[in-house]
């Protein structure tokens, strides 16, 4: 291994599990598949927190009162 990758592997593991906690307790205070999000998050980044963002919090999604 060279002195980057050693750098950089840590460094992705902990983002990686800070991902992957976040979605956990989320999708749980939510009911929303919390060992499907949080094990996602685990093995890939940072697609699950997208989707995540996308599907369960709907943050894109325009809110029915809006008139427009």
Partial sequence: MTKEEMIILPIAGVI????????????????SNPWFWGLWGLIQCPFPLLFYFIIVRKIFHRKKDDPA
């Fill in 16 to 31: 990686l599990l800070l991902q992957s906690t976040y979605l956990f307790i989320d999708a749980r205070k939510r009911d």
